[in-house]
C-alpha cells in the first residue's frame, strides 16, 4: 500500500492508504455529515483566493460565511461522534516516538494541541482523498466549475 510520510508542528507522521472498502465507507461518512460545510469552506476558499492552491494560510484569511458552516455543521454533526471519527480517519497513520513509528493516541500527542490535531487530520484527508473532495464539495455547490484544489503540505 502507498505510503507518505510528513512532519507537522515538529512531529513526524507515516500515512497509509486505505483498504479501498474501508475508505469508501469513511467516505460515505464524510459525505453525510461534511458534505455542505466543506462546500461552505471552499466557497470562502475560492472566494479569497480565486484559482490558487489551498494552503492552511489560505484557510486562515479566507472570507468565510462562518454562521452558514456552523449552522451546517450542527444540522448533521453529533459532538460524541466526532472523537471516534477522529480515530477512524487516523487509522492507519504512525507518529514517530523516540525514534520508532507507532499508532497514535490523541489523548497523549495532541493533548492541549487541537490545532496539531486539525493539521494532522487535514494531511490524512487529503492524503487519503484528493482525487474526490473537489467533486464531492462541488456537487454541493461550493466549488465554482472547473477549479480543482491542489493539495499542499502544511507548514509544521
Known sequence: M????????????AFQKYPVEDGLVLLFKLQQKFAKPAGILLQGLFKSQG????NLQSILTMDLNVEALFESLTEKVDPREVPALAREILSGTMIKDNGVMRSIELDIDFAGDYL???KVLGQVLSFQFSSFLPALAGRQGGVPA???IQAQPLAS
Open 116 to 118: 496539531g490535531l486539525f
Open 51 to 54: 484559482n490558487e492552491t489551498v
Open 2 to 13: 502507498r505510503q507518505e510520510r510528513k512532519v507537522i508542528s515538529g512531529k513526524e507522521f
Open 146 to 148: 472547473g477549479n480543482r
